[in-house]
Protein backbone atom coordinates (compact mmCIF):
# COMPACT_ATOMS: atom_id res chain seq x y z
CA UNK A 1 0.00 0.00 0.00
CA UNK A 2 1.25 3.50 -0.65
CA UNK A 3 2.36 5.82 1.95
CA UNK A 4 -0.08 8.15 0.93
CA UNK A 5 -3.15 6.09 0.74
CA UNK A 6 -2.24 4.44 3.85
CA UNK A 7 -2.04 7.91 5.47
CA UNK A 8 -5.63 8.45 4.57
CA UNK A 9 -7.19 5.28 5.32
CA UNK A 10 -5.91 5.43 8.80
CA UNK A 11 -6.90 9.27 9.09
CA UNK A 12 -9.99 9.88 6.69
CA UNK A 13 -10.62 12.86 8.98
CA UNK A 14 -7.38 14.91 7.17
CA UNK A 15 -8.18 16.63 3.91
CA UNK A 16 -8.02 14.38 1.12
CA UNK A 17 -9.87 13.54 -2.19
CA UNK A 18 -10.47 10.39 -4.66
CA UNK A 19 -11.00 11.05 -8.01
CA UNK A 20 -11.67 9.04 -10.81
CA UNK A 21 -11.45 10.42 -14.46
CA UNK A 22 -12.58 7.77 -16.94
CA UNK A 23 -12.26 9.70 -19.65
CA UNK A 24 -8.52 10.72 -18.61
CA UNK A 25 -7.18 8.05 -16.64
CA UNK A 26 -9.45 5.21 -17.32
CA UNK A 27 -8.46 2.49 -14.91
CA UNK A 28 -6.65 4.88 -12.32
CA UNK A 29 -7.93 6.70 -9.66
CA UNK A 30 -5.92 10.04 -8.21
CA UNK A 31 -5.08 10.22 -4.87
CA UNK A 32 -4.90 13.99 -3.23
CA UNK A 33 -3.63 14.98 0.09
CA UNK A 34 -5.36 18.97 0.25
CA UNK A 35 -5.38 22.14 1.90
CA UNK A 36 -7.95 23.54 2.91
CA UNK A 37 -8.58 27.55 2.10
CA UNK A 38 -11.65 29.48 1.16
CA UNK A 39 -12.40 32.66 -0.51
CA UNK A 40 -15.11 34.96 -2.12
CA UNK A 41 -14.40 35.08 -5.89
CA UNK A 42 -13.62 33.09 -8.52
CA UNK A 43 -10.56 34.99 -9.58
CA UNK A 44 -8.83 34.53 -6.49
CA UNK A 45 -9.90 30.84 -6.20
CA UNK A 46 -8.18 30.11 -9.79
CA UNK A 47 -4.85 32.61 -9.15
CA UNK A 48 -1.75 30.68 -9.24
CA UNK A 49 -0.30 29.84 -5.81
CA UNK A 50 3.56 29.22 -6.71
CA UNK A 51 3.85 26.39 -3.97
CA UNK A 52 1.46 23.99 -6.01
CA UNK A 53 0.67 23.31 -9.78
CA UNK A 54 -2.58 22.05 -8.72
CA UNK A 55 -5.85 22.89 -6.89
CA UNK A 56 -9.17 21.37 -6.62
CA UNK A 57 -12.21 24.00 -6.26
CA UNK A 58 -16.02 23.98 -5.50
CA UNK A 59 -17.91 26.65 -6.54
CA UNK A 60 -21.04 27.12 -4.89
CA UNK A 61 -24.15 28.28 -6.70
CA UNK A 62 -24.87 31.43 -5.34
CA UNK A 63 -21.18 32.21 -7.34
CA UNK A 64 -23.66 33.42 -9.98
CA UNK A 65 -23.75 36.43 -8.60
CA UNK A 66 -20.32 37.39 -10.15
CA UNK A 67 -22.41 37.13 -13.43
CA UNK A 68 -24.55 39.93 -11.88
CA UNK A 69 -27.72 36.77 -11.58
CA UNK A 70 -29.71 36.23 -8.69
CA UNK A 71 -29.54 33.41 -6.23
CA UNK A 72 -29.97 32.64 -2.43
CA UNK A 73 -26.91 34.00 -0.51
CA UNK A 74 -26.75 31.02 2.20
CA UNK A 75 -23.84 31.96 2.62
CA UNK A 76 -21.41 29.25 1.03
CA UNK A 77 -18.10 30.13 0.34
CA UNK A 78 -15.62 28.75 -2.73
CA UNK A 79 -13.50 25.84 -0.92
CA UNK A 80 -10.20 26.28 -2.99
CA UNK A 81 -7.99 22.80 -2.18
CA UNK A 82 -4.65 23.01 -2.94
CA UNK A 83 -2.88 19.55 -3.91
CA UNK A 84 -0.06 18.88 -1.58
CA UNK A 85 0.61 15.61 -2.61
CA UNK A 86 -1.00 13.34 -5.40
CA UNK A 87 -0.37 9.85 -6.68
CA UNK A 88 -2.41 7.06 -8.70
CA UNK A 89 -4.15 3.99 -7.87
CA UNK A 90 -5.45 1.36 -10.01
CA UNK A 91 -9.31 0.91 -9.52
CA UNK A 92 -9.05 -2.52 -8.87
CA UNK A 93 -6.07 -1.75 -5.88
CA UNK A 94 -8.10 1.00 -4.31
CA UNK A 95 -11.31 -0.91 -4.50
CA UNK A 96 -8.85 -3.95 -2.58
CA UNK A 97 -7.35 -1.46 -0.13
CA UNK A 98 -10.59 1.04 0.89
CA UNK A 99 -12.57 -0.81 4.39
CA UNK A 100 -15.66 -2.25 3.45
CA UNK A 101 -17.58 -0.72 6.90
CA UNK A 102 -20.73 -1.58 7.64
CA UNK A 103 -23.25 1.27 8.69
CA UNK A 104 -27.19 2.08 9.12
CA UNK A 105 -28.81 4.94 7.81
CA UNK A 106 -31.95 6.62 9.57
CA UNK A 107 -34.18 9.59 9.39
CA UNK A 108 -34.26 8.98 5.48
CA UNK A 109 -37.11 11.75 4.00
CA UNK A 110 -37.59 14.24 1.39
CA UNK A 111 -37.36 18.42 2.55
CA UNK A 112 -40.70 18.00 0.20
CA UNK A 113 -42.82 15.18 -0.39
CA UNK A 114 -44.10 14.44 -3.78
CA UNK A 115 -47.14 16.44 -3.32
CA UNK A 116 -45.04 19.70 -2.27
CA UNK A 117 -42.92 19.37 -5.07
CA UNK A 118 -45.83 18.62 -8.03
CA UNK A 119 -47.10 22.32 -6.36
CA UNK A 120 -44.09 23.79 -7.05
CA UNK A 121 -43.63 22.22 -10.60
CA UNK A 122 -47.77 23.20 -11.61
CA UNK A 123 -47.19 26.76 -10.07
CA UNK A 124 -43.76 27.17 -12.04
CA UNK A 125 -45.63 26.14 -15.41
CA UNK A 126 -48.66 27.81 -14.88
CA UNK A 127 -47.32 31.60 -13.77
CA UNK A 128 -43.30 31.36 -15.25
CA UNK A 129 -43.66 29.08 -18.45
CA UNK A 130 -47.19 29.86 -19.37
CA UNK A 131 -46.10 34.30 -18.79
CA UNK A 132 -43.22 33.99 -21.05
CA UNK A 133 -40.35 34.10 -18.23
CA UNK A 134 -38.62 30.94 -20.14
CA UNK A 135 -38.77 27.56 -21.95
CA UNK A 136 -37.42 25.59 -19.00
CA UNK A 137 -36.90 25.72 -15.28
CA UNK A 138 -34.99 23.13 -13.40
CA UNK A 139 -36.48 22.35 -9.72
CA UNK A 140 -34.76 20.36 -6.90
CA UNK A 141 -35.60 18.99 -3.45
CA UNK A 142 -32.79 17.23 -1.08
CA UNK A 143 -32.84 13.78 0.10
CA UNK A 144 -32.09 13.99 4.31
CA UNK A 145 -30.67 11.25 6.08
CA UNK A 146 -28.25 10.78 9.39
CA UNK A 147 -25.53 7.82 9.28
CA UNK A 148 -25.87 6.51 12.58
CA UNK A 149 -23.11 6.70 14.92
CA UNK A 150 -21.23 8.29 12.23
CA UNK A 151 -17.31 7.64 11.72
CA UNK A 152 -15.14 9.15 8.66
CA UNK A 153 -13.98 5.80 7.84
CA UNK A 154 -17.44 5.17 5.92
CA UNK A 155 -16.39 7.61 3.78
CA UNK A 156 -14.01 5.25 2.14
CA UNK A 157 -16.58 2.13 2.61
CA UNK A 158 -19.06 4.60 0.51
CA UNK A 159 -16.72 5.82 -2.21
CA UNK A 160 -15.30 2.08 -3.08
CA UNK A 161 -19.38 1.11 -3.38
CA UNK A 162 -20.41 4.62 -5.25
CA UNK A 163 -17.09 3.57 -7.52
CA UNK A 164 -18.21 -0.01 -8.14
CA UNK A 165 -21.68 1.40 -9.28
CA UNK A 166 -21.00 4.83 -11.46
CA UNK A 167 -17.70 3.94 -13.14
CA UNK A 168 -18.83 5.38 -15.91
CA UNK A 169 -19.93 8.69 -15.09
CA UNK A 170 -18.09 11.61 -15.94
CA UNK A 171 -16.21 11.86 -12.29
CA UNK A 172 -16.79 9.84 -9.17
CA UNK A 173 -15.15 11.73 -6.32
CA UNK A 174 -15.14 11.85 -2.79
CA UNK A 175 -13.75 15.17 -1.13
CA UNK A 176 -13.34 15.74 2.30
CA UNK A 177 -12.51 19.24 3.41
CA UNK A 178 -11.66 18.55 6.83
CA UNK A 179 -15.09 20.17 7.82
CA UNK A 180 -17.43 18.31 5.38
CA UNK A 181 -17.45 15.97 3.10
CA UNK A 182 -18.70 15.68 -0.98
CA UNK A 183 -19.29 12.43 -2.36
CA UNK A 184 -20.61 11.70 -5.41
CA UNK A 185 -21.00 10.61 -9.10
CA UNK A 186 -21.84 13.55 -11.84
CA UNK A 187 -22.70 12.20 -15.08
CA UNK A 188 -21.72 15.64 -16.67
CA UNK A 189 -18.52 17.73 -17.79
CA UNK A 190 -19.07 21.43 -16.62
CA UNK A 191 -15.98 22.51 -18.90
CA UNK A 192 -12.98 22.29 -19.67
CA UNK A 193 -9.89 23.75 -21.66
CA UNK A 194 -7.27 21.90 -22.73
CA UNK A 195 -4.35 23.47 -25.24
CA UNK A 196 -6.61 26.20 -25.86
CA UNK A 197 -9.73 24.41 -27.15
CA UNK A 198 -13.13 24.67 -24.63
CA UNK A 199 -15.52 22.04 -24.24
CA UNK A 200 -18.92 21.95 -22.16
CA UNK A 201 -21.48 18.58 -22.14
CA UNK A 202 -24.96 19.23 -22.69
CA UNK A 203 -26.79 15.98 -21.14
CA UNK A 204 -30.64 15.67 -20.65
CA UNK A 205 -33.53 13.31 -21.41
CA UNK A 206 -34.16 11.23 -18.68
CA UNK A 207 -34.91 6.87 -18.86
CA UNK A 208 -35.14 5.53 -15.68
CA UNK A 209 -34.37 1.96 -16.26
CA UNK A 210 -37.87 -0.09 -15.93
CA UNK A 211 -37.99 -2.98 -12.58
CA UNK A 212 -37.17 -5.85 -15.20
CA UNK A 213 -34.64 -3.97 -16.76
CA UNK A 214 -33.90 -1.97 -20.13
CA UNK A 215 -35.65 -3.03 -23.47
CA UNK A 216 -35.14 -2.07 -26.85
CA UNK A 217 -38.87 -0.64 -27.03
CA UNK A 218 -38.89 0.81 -24.11
CA UNK A 219 -35.03 2.87 -25.26
CA UNK A 220 -37.04 3.96 -28.60
CA UNK A 221 -40.10 4.72 -27.25
CA UNK A 222 -37.50 7.29 -24.67
CA UNK A 223 -35.69 8.64 -27.79
CA UNK A 224 -38.73 9.51 -29.66
CA UNK A 225 -40.27 11.06 -26.99
CA UNK A 226 -40.71 14.80 -27.93
CA UNK A 227 -40.93 16.09 -24.42
CA UNK A 228 -37.34 14.25 -23.71
CA UNK A 229 -35.75 15.32 -27.07
CA UNK A 230 -36.51 19.09 -26.54
CA UNK A 231 -34.97 19.07 -22.87
CA UNK A 232 -32.03 18.28 -24.23
CA UNK A 233 -32.30 20.42 -27.36
CA UNK A 234 -33.00 23.16 -24.87
CA UNK A 235 -30.38 22.82 -22.99
CA UNK A 236 -27.97 22.38 -25.92
CA UNK A 237 -29.28 26.49 -27.05
CA UNK A 238 -28.12 27.82 -23.78
CA UNK A 239 -24.73 26.08 -23.61
CA UNK A 240 -24.37 27.02 -27.57
CA UNK A 241 -25.06 30.83 -25.99
CA UNK A 242 -22.17 30.38 -23.54
CA UNK A 243 -19.62 28.69 -26.31
CA UNK A 244 -20.39 31.57 -28.15
CA UNK A 245 -19.58 34.31 -25.86
CA UNK A 246 -16.03 32.48 -25.40
CA UNK A 247 -15.47 31.01 -28.69
CA UNK A 248 -14.51 33.55 -31.60
CA UNK A 249 -15.78 30.83 -33.88
CA UNK A 250 -18.38 29.64 -31.84
CA UNK A 251 -18.70 25.85 -30.88
CA UNK A 252 -19.52 22.94 -33.15
CA UNK A 253 -22.27 20.28 -31.96
CA UNK A 254 -21.08 16.61 -31.82
CA UNK A 255 -23.18 13.49 -32.67
CA UNK A 256 -26.03 12.09 -30.09
CA UNK A 257 -25.39 9.88 -27.60
CA UNK A 258 -26.68 8.11 -24.93
CA UNK A 259 -24.86 8.60 -21.49
CA UNK A 260 -25.53 4.66 -19.30
CA UNK A 261 -25.92 5.80 -15.35
CA UNK A 262 -26.14 2.71 -12.95
CA UNK A 263 -30.36 3.60 -11.89
CA UNK A 264 -31.00 5.58 -15.41
CA UNK A 265 -29.28 6.83 -18.67
CA UNK A 266 -29.44 9.79 -21.03
CA UNK A 267 -28.88 11.46 -24.47
CA UNK A 268 -25.83 13.96 -24.73
CA UNK A 269 -24.01 16.18 -26.66
CA UNK A 270 -20.44 17.45 -26.36
CA UNK A 271 -19.69 21.03 -27.59
CA UNK A 272 -15.97 22.05 -28.72
CA UNK A 273 -14.62 25.49 -29.72
CA UNK A 274 -11.31 27.49 -29.62
CA UNK A 275 -11.02 30.00 -27.45
CA UNK A 276 -8.57 32.56 -25.69
CA UNK A 277 -10.40 33.13 -22.20
CA UNK A 278 -8.69 32.33 -19.02
CA UNK A 279 -9.91 29.29 -16.49
CA UNK A 280 -11.37 32.40 -14.36
CA UNK A 281 -13.25 33.45 -17.30
CA UNK A 282 -14.37 30.10 -18.11
CA UNK A 283 -16.14 29.23 -14.99
CA UNK A 284 -17.75 32.39 -14.29
CA UNK A 285 -19.38 32.77 -18.16
CA UNK A 286 -20.26 28.97 -18.11
CA UNK A 287 -21.97 29.10 -13.86
CA UNK A 288 -24.82 28.24 -13.85
CA UNK A 289 -25.18 25.35 -16.33
CA UNK A 290 -28.58 25.59 -18.40
CA UNK A 291 -29.18 21.53 -17.64
CA UNK A 292 -29.32 22.71 -13.80
CA UNK A 293 -31.21 25.77 -13.91
CA UNK A 294 -32.69 26.57 -17.05
CA UNK A 295 -33.40 28.54 -20.26
CA UNK A 296 -32.50 31.56 -20.48
CA UNK A 297 -30.11 31.30 -17.90
CA UNK A 298 -30.57 34.99 -16.26
CA UNK A 299 -34.46 35.00 -16.55
CA UNK A 300 -34.35 31.26 -14.58
CA UNK A 301 -31.94 32.80 -12.01
CA UNK A 302 -34.20 34.81 -11.37
CA UNK A 303 -37.28 31.84 -11.16
CA UNK A 304 -35.62 29.63 -9.34
CA UNK A 305 -34.31 32.12 -6.53
CA UNK A 306 -38.19 32.46 -6.51
CA UNK A 307 -39.22 28.74 -6.16
CA UNK A 308 -36.25 27.46 -3.91
CA UNK A 309 -35.98 29.90 -0.68
CA UNK A 310 -33.68 27.44 0.70
CA UNK A 311 -31.10 27.96 -1.73
CA UNK A 312 -28.78 25.66 -3.33
CA UNK A 313 -25.54 25.62 -1.29
CA UNK A 314 -23.29 23.30 -3.50
CA UNK A 315 -25.86 21.64 -5.81
CA UNK A 316 -25.92 22.96 -9.35
CA UNK A 317 -22.43 24.47 -9.09
CA UNK A 318 -18.99 23.25 -9.99
CA UNK A 319 -16.21 20.96 -8.91
CA UNK A 320 -13.21 22.04 -10.74
CA UNK A 321 -9.40 20.47 -11.11
CA UNK A 322 -7.22 23.32 -12.50
CA UNK A 323 -3.48 22.75 -13.19
CA UNK A 324 -0.86 25.06 -14.07
CA UNK A 325 2.15 24.11 -15.96
CA UNK A 326 5.08 26.72 -17.72
CA UNK A 327 3.57 26.14 -20.82
CA UNK A 328 -0.15 25.93 -20.14
CA UNK A 329 -2.75 25.52 -18.07
CA UNK A 330 -5.62 23.41 -18.20
CA UNK A 331 -9.30 22.74 -16.36
CA UNK A 332 -11.21 19.89 -16.10
CA UNK A 333 -14.46 19.72 -14.16
CA UNK A 334 -18.11 18.35 -13.64
CA UNK A 335 -21.50 19.79 -12.48
CA UNK A 336 -22.14 18.83 -8.58
CA UNK A 337 -24.84 17.31 -8.94
CA UNK A 338 -26.13 13.41 -7.98
CA UNK A 339 -23.40 14.56 -4.41
CA UNK A 340 -23.99 14.01 -1.38
CA UNK A 341 -23.15 16.39 1.39
CA UNK A 342 -21.94 14.58 4.29
CA UNK A 343 -21.34 16.84 7.78
CA UNK A 344 -18.59 15.32 10.71
CA UNK A 345 -21.84 14.51 12.72
CA UNK A 346 -23.31 12.34 9.51
CA UNK A 347 -26.19 14.60 8.36
CA UNK A 348 -26.10 13.36 4.69
CA UNK A 349 -28.09 15.86 1.77
CA UNK A 350 -28.57 14.82 -1.18
CA UNK A 351 -29.70 17.24 -3.98
CA UNK A 352 -31.86 16.11 -6.72
CA UNK A 353 -33.74 18.26 -9.65
CA UNK A 354 -35.45 18.11 -12.73
CA UNK A 355 -36.34 20.12 -15.70
CA UNK A 356 -39.99 21.25 -16.15
CA UNK A 357 -41.05 22.56 -19.19
CA UNK A 358 -44.71 23.23 -20.67
CA UNK A 359 -45.59 19.97 -20.88
CA UNK A 360 -44.13 18.33 -17.90
CA UNK A 361 -46.57 16.12 -15.45
CA UNK A 362 -45.59 16.99 -12.16
CA UNK A 363 -45.63 13.11 -10.70
CA UNK A 364 -43.42 12.24 -13.39
CA UNK A 365 -40.85 14.85 -12.64
CA UNK A 366 -40.86 13.90 -8.65
CA UNK A 367 -40.51 10.25 -9.75
CA UNK A 368 -37.28 11.56 -11.86
CA UNK A 369 -35.44 13.16 -8.81
CA UNK A 370 -36.17 9.84 -6.65
CA UNK A 371 -34.52 8.12 -9.62
CA UNK A 372 -31.62 10.28 -10.00
CA UNK A 373 -31.22 10.12 -6.03
CA UNK A 374 -31.52 6.91 -5.76
CA UNK A 375 -27.63 5.59 -6.99
CA UNK A 376 -26.14 7.54 -4.28
CA UNK A 377 -28.49 6.35 -1.29
CA UNK A 378 -27.67 2.52 -2.73
CA UNK A 379 -24.57 3.35 -1.82
CA UNK A 380 -25.27 3.36 1.46
CA UNK A 381 -27.18 0.52 1.57
CA UNK A 382 -25.54 -2.95 2.22
CA UNK A 383 -24.60 -4.46 -1.22
CA UNK A 384 -27.85 -6.03 -2.30
CA UNK A 385 -28.63 -8.06 -5.36
CA UNK A 386 -30.40 -4.65 -6.92
CA UNK A 387 -27.46 -2.75 -7.19
CA UNK A 388 -25.01 -5.35 -9.01
CA UNK A 389 -28.21 -5.38 -11.54
CA UNK A 390 -27.97 -1.91 -12.08
CA UNK A 391 -24.49 -2.71 -13.31
CA UNK A 392 -26.03 -5.22 -15.66
CA UNK A 393 -28.88 -2.84 -17.02
CA UNK A 394 -26.08 -0.05 -17.75
CA UNK A 395 -24.21 -2.74 -19.79
CA UNK A 396 -27.05 -3.46 -21.56
CA UNK A 397 -27.35 -0.10 -22.38
CA UNK A 398 -24.28 0.29 -23.70
CA UNK A 399 -24.95 -2.69 -25.90
CA UNK A 400 -27.97 -1.41 -27.06
CA UNK A 401 -26.32 1.21 -28.70
CA UNK A 402 -24.90 -0.74 -31.43
CA UNK A 403 -28.36 -2.10 -32.45
CA UNK A 404 -29.01 -0.56 -35.93
CA UNK A 405 -32.54 0.36 -34.43
CA UNK A 406 -30.90 2.40 -31.69
CA UNK A 407 -27.85 3.94 -33.56
CA UNK A 408 -30.79 4.69 -36.51
CA UNK A 409 -32.85 7.17 -34.06
CA UNK A 410 -29.97 8.40 -32.59
CA UNK A 411 -28.89 9.46 -35.96
CA UNK A 412 -32.46 10.32 -37.12
CA UNK A 413 -32.36 12.68 -33.98
CA UNK A 414 -29.75 14.68 -35.63
CA UNK A 415 -31.13 14.56 -39.20
CA UNK A 416 -33.64 17.48 -37.89
CA UNK A 417 -31.47 20.19 -36.47
CA UNK A 418 -29.09 22.81 -37.48
CA UNK A 419 -26.70 22.02 -39.79
CA UNK A 420 -24.95 24.94 -39.20
CA UNK A 421 -23.98 24.17 -35.39
CA UNK A 422 -22.85 20.65 -36.62
CA UNK A 423 -20.59 21.72 -38.38
CA UNK A 424 -16.95 22.83 -37.47
CA UNK A 425 -16.58 26.53 -37.60
CA UNK A 426 -14.01 26.79 -40.46
CA UNK A 427 -15.72 24.55 -42.87
CA UNK A 428 -18.82 26.32 -42.27
CA UNK A 429 -17.50 29.63 -42.93
CA UNK A 430 -18.59 31.37 -45.74
CA UNK A 431 -17.78 35.24 -46.34
CA UNK A 432 -21.08 36.76 -48.71
CA UNK A 433 -20.12 39.84 -50.69
CA UNK A 434 -23.40 41.60 -49.31
CA UNK A 435 -22.26 41.08 -45.54
CA UNK A 436 -18.46 41.32 -46.11
CA UNK A 437 -17.36 44.03 -44.17
CA UNK A 438 -20.62 45.39 -43.02
CA UNK A 439 -21.30 46.49 -39.41
CA UNK A 440 -24.33 45.21 -37.51
CA UNK A 441 -25.71 45.85 -33.91
CA UNK A 442 -26.90 43.35 -31.98
CA UNK A 443 -29.25 44.30 -28.86
CA UNK A 444 -29.65 42.03 -26.26
CA UNK A 445 -33.12 41.61 -24.25
CA UNK A 446 -31.46 39.74 -21.37
CA UNK A 447 -31.57 36.55 -23.67
CA UNK A 448 -27.77 35.68 -24.72
CA UNK A 449 -29.05 34.11 -27.92
CA UNK A 450 -27.25 37.32 -29.41
CA UNK A 451 -24.19 35.91 -28.52
CA UNK A 452 -25.16 32.84 -31.22
CA UNK A 453 -26.52 35.62 -33.59
CA UNK A 454 -22.81 36.94 -33.74
CA UNK A 455 -21.44 33.68 -34.35
CA UNK A 456 -23.63 33.64 -37.77
CA UNK A 457 -23.09 37.25 -38.95
CA UNK A 458 -19.21 36.54 -38.29
CA UNK A 459 -19.63 33.04 -40.53
CA UNK A 460 -21.18 35.16 -43.36
CA UNK A 461 -18.18 37.78 -43.56
CA UNK A 462 -20.01 40.80 -41.39
CA UNK A 463 -18.45 42.43 -37.92
CA UNK A 464 -20.74 41.89 -35.09
CA UNK A 465 -21.23 43.75 -32.08
CA UNK A 466 -23.49 42.29 -28.74
CA UNK A 467 -25.14 45.68 -26.88
CA UNK A 468 -27.61 45.38 -23.67
CA UNK A 469 -30.46 47.39 -25.36
CA UNK A 470 -31.16 50.46 -23.22
CA UNK A 471 -32.52 53.84 -24.01
CA UNK A 472 -29.54 55.86 -25.53
CA UNK A 473 -28.44 52.76 -28.31
CA UNK A 474 -26.63 55.10 -31.10
CA UNK A 475 -27.67 52.66 -34.22
CA UNK A 476 -26.31 55.71 -36.83
CA UNK A 477 -22.55 53.77 -36.88
CA UNK A 478 -23.62 50.48 -38.07
CA UNK A 479 -25.12 48.81 -41.69
CA UNK A 480 -27.91 47.03 -39.60
CA UNK A 481 -29.37 46.34 -35.77
CA UNK A 482 -30.52 43.41 -34.73
CA UNK A 483 -33.22 43.91 -31.91
CA UNK A 484 -32.82 40.81 -30.21
CA UNK A 485 -35.03 38.50 -28.08
CA UNK A 486 -35.75 38.44 -24.30
CA UNK A 487 -38.23 36.50 -22.11
CA UNK A 488 -41.32 38.50 -21.08
CA UNK A 489 -44.67 40.18 -22.00
CA UNK A 490 -44.06 42.18 -24.91
CA UNK A 491 -46.99 44.77 -23.55
CA UNK A 492 -45.32 44.95 -19.75
CA UNK A 493 -45.26 48.71 -19.44
CA UNK A 494 -42.94 47.60 -16.19
CA UNK A 495 -40.69 46.04 -17.94
CA UNK A 496 -37.73 48.30 -18.93
CA UNK A 497 -36.19 46.62 -21.65
CA UNK A 498 -39.92 45.71 -23.24
CA UNK A 499 -40.07 49.60 -23.01
CA UNK A 500 -36.43 50.44 -24.04
CA UNK A 501 -36.65 48.22 -27.18
CA UNK A 502 -39.82 49.50 -28.53
CA UNK A 503 -38.29 53.16 -27.96
CA UNK A 504 -35.55 51.78 -30.01
CA UNK A 505 -37.72 50.12 -32.64
CA UNK A 506 -39.77 53.53 -33.08
CA UNK A 507 -36.26 55.54 -33.18
CA UNK A 508 -34.95 53.11 -36.15
CA UNK A 509 -38.43 53.26 -38.08
CA UNK A 510 -38.54 57.16 -37.92
CA UNK A 511 -34.89 56.95 -39.11
CA UNK A 512 -35.59 55.19 -41.70
CA UNK A 513 -32.82 52.51 -40.22
CA UNK A 514 -32.49 48.93 -41.19
CA UNK A 515 -32.94 46.44 -38.82
CA UNK A 516 -33.65 42.73 -38.45
CA UNK A 517 -36.40 42.03 -34.93
CA UNK A 518 -36.37 38.56 -33.00
CA UNK A 519 -38.80 36.60 -30.65
CA UNK A 520 -39.73 39.92 -27.95
CA UNK A 521 -38.63 42.09 -30.60
CA UNK A 522 -41.07 40.85 -33.89
CA UNK A 523 -43.89 41.16 -30.91
CA UNK A 524 -43.02 44.38 -30.20
CA UNK A 525 -42.53 45.61 -33.99
CA UNK A 526 -45.79 43.90 -34.22
CA UNK A 527 -47.05 45.53 -31.70
CA UNK A 528 -46.35 49.12 -33.23
CA UNK A 529 -47.44 47.72 -36.79
CA UNK A 530 -51.05 47.72 -34.92
CA UNK A 531 -51.45 43.98 -34.34
CA UNK A 532 -53.10 41.99 -32.06
CA UNK A 533 -50.75 40.52 -29.09
CA UNK A 534 -51.85 37.28 -27.70
CA UNK A 535 -50.81 34.63 -25.15
CA UNK A 536 -50.75 31.00 -26.35
CA UNK A 537 -51.82 28.25 -24.37
CA UNK A 538 -49.69 25.91 -24.15
CA UNK A 539 -46.48 28.33 -24.82
CA UNK A 540 -44.42 27.40 -27.84
CA UNK A 541 -41.50 26.85 -25.35
CA UNK A 542 -38.08 25.03 -26.84
CA UNK A 543 -41.03 24.08 -30.09
CA UNK A 544 -39.78 22.70 -33.39
CA UNK A 545 -42.30 23.17 -35.69
CA UNK A 546 -42.61 23.77 -39.93
CA UNK A 547 -43.77 26.46 -41.46
CA UNK A 548 -44.58 28.38 -44.49
CA UNK A 549 -42.24 31.07 -45.50
CA UNK A 550 -43.34 32.02 -48.71
CA UNK A 551 -42.66 28.71 -51.14
CA UNK A 552 -40.59 27.72 -48.98
CA UNK A 553 -41.40 25.55 -46.10
CA UNK A 554 -38.74 25.75 -43.02
CA UNK A 555 -38.24 23.54 -39.83
CA UNK A 556 -37.50 26.03 -37.24
CA UNK A 557 -37.45 26.38 -33.39
CA UNK A 558 -39.59 28.50 -31.51
CA UNK A 559 -39.12 29.56 -27.75
CA UNK A 560 -42.62 32.04 -27.30
CA UNK A 561 -45.14 32.59 -25.27
CA UNK A 562 -46.77 35.78 -26.74
CA UNK A 563 -47.65 36.09 -30.52
CA UNK A 564 -48.88 38.08 -32.77
CA UNK A 565 -52.04 37.53 -34.85
CA UNK A 566 -52.97 38.56 -37.96
CA UNK A 567 -56.11 40.63 -39.02
CA UNK A 568 -57.07 40.90 -42.37
CA UNK A 569 -58.06 44.71 -42.60
CA UNK A 570 -54.61 45.88 -40.59
CA UNK A 571 -52.17 43.35 -42.98
CA UNK A 572 -54.54 44.41 -46.07
CA UNK A 573 -53.53 48.38 -45.64
CA UNK A 574 -49.63 47.29 -44.43
CA UNK A 575 -49.55 45.20 -47.60
CA UNK A 576 -50.36 48.72 -49.54
CA UNK A 577 -47.24 50.13 -47.52
CA UNK A 578 -45.21 47.45 -48.76
CA UNK A 579 -45.36 45.03 -45.78
CA UNK A 580 -45.72 41.56 -46.12
CA UNK A 581 -46.91 38.78 -43.14
CA UNK A 582 -46.27 35.18 -43.15
CA UNK A 583 -49.00 33.69 -40.88
CA UNK A 584 -50.32 30.40 -40.71
CA UNK A 585 -53.90 28.92 -41.11
CA UNK A 586 -54.20 30.52 -36.98
CA UNK A 587 -53.28 33.55 -38.12
CA UNK A 588 -50.04 33.04 -36.01
CA UNK A 589 -47.76 35.68 -37.68
CA UNK A 590 -44.13 34.45 -38.25
CA UNK A 591 -42.02 36.99 -40.05
CA UNK A 592 -42.42 40.33 -41.82
CA UNK A 593 -41.06 41.72 -44.16
CA UNK A 594 -40.32 45.30 -45.76
CA UNK A 595 -37.96 47.05 -47.42
CA UNK A 596 -36.52 49.00 -44.36
CA UNK A 597 -36.98 46.40 -41.63
CA UNK A 598 -38.03 42.80 -41.25
CA UNK A 599 -38.43 40.25 -38.19
CA UNK A 600 -39.18 36.34 -37.28
CA UNK A 601 -40.94 35.16 -33.97
CA UNK A 602 -38.94 31.95 -34.50
CA UNK A 603 -34.77 31.59 -33.67
CA UNK A 604 -33.22 31.26 -36.61
CA UNK A 605 -30.29 30.83 -34.92
CA UNK A 606 -31.28 28.24 -32.60
CA UNK A 607 -29.64 24.90 -32.71
CA UNK A 608 -34.11 23.56 -33.28
CA UNK A 609 -33.86 25.92 -36.88
CA UNK A 610 -32.36 23.21 -39.36
CA UNK A 611 -30.62 26.34 -41.92
CA UNK A 612 -30.70 28.86 -39.87
CA UNK A 613 -28.19 30.57 -41.75
CA UNK A 614 -29.85 30.69 -45.27
CA UNK A 615 -33.07 32.08 -43.65
CA UNK A 616 -30.78 35.22 -42.42
CA UNK A 617 -29.39 35.45 -45.52
CA UNK A 618 -33.11 36.03 -47.36
CA UNK A 619 -34.32 37.97 -44.71
CA UNK A 620 -31.36 40.24 -44.45
CA UNK A 621 -29.83 40.60 -47.58
CA UNK A 622 -32.11 43.37 -48.93
CA UNK A 623 -32.01 45.58 -45.80
CA UNK A 624 -27.85 45.08 -45.89
CA UNK A 625 -28.69 46.57 -49.71
CA UNK A 626 -30.24 50.11 -48.43
CA UNK A 627 -28.77 52.68 -46.17
CA UNK A 628 -30.01 54.35 -43.09
CA UNK A 629 -31.12 58.26 -43.58
CA UNK A 630 -28.94 58.62 -40.00
CA UNK A 631 -26.42 56.12 -40.76
CA UNK A 632 -22.73 56.34 -41.15
CA UNK A 633 -22.37 56.39 -45.08
CA UNK A 634 -24.61 59.62 -44.79
CA UNK A 635 -23.18 61.33 -41.17
Not at 110 to 125: E, H, S
Not at 141 to 165: C, D, G, N, P, Q
Not at 389 to 395: E, G, R
Request: glycine residues 6%; hydrophobic residues 40%.
Amino acid sequence: MSNLLSSIISSPEQPFALLYRPTVNSGEVEVFQLHLEKTDTIEHAVSCDPRYKEKLLLLPFRQVIERGYSAVDDGMPILSLPIIARQQVSVSSLAEQLPEASFTVDNVHLNLDDKQFGQRVTRLIENEIGQGAGSNFVLHRKLRATIAEYEAVYLLSLYRRLLKMEFSAYWVFLINTGEQAFIGASPELHASLNEGEVSMNPISGTYPYPVDGPTVESLLTFLSCQKETNELFMVVDEELKVMSQLCEKGAQVSELKLKPLSHVAHTEYVLCGESHAGIADILRETLPAPTVIGSPVQSACDVVMRYEPEGRRYYSGVIALVSHSPDQISLDSAIAIRTAEITPQGHVEISVGATIVRDSNPVDEANETRSKAQSLYSAMLPETHRSLNMNVHKNKIQNFSDIPTISDALINRNARVSRFWLTAPDERRRCLPHFEGKRVLILDGNDTFTSMFKTLFVSLGATAFVEKVHLEVDFKPYDLVVAGPGPGNPLDENDRRVTDMRNVIQRMIAAECPFFAVCLSHQILSALLGLLIVRLSPPNQGLQKTIWLGDRQECVGFYNTFCAKADESTVSNLHKMGIVFYFDDDKQVHAIRSAKFSSVQFHLESFLTIDGPEILDRFVKPLLQTQCSGSRENA
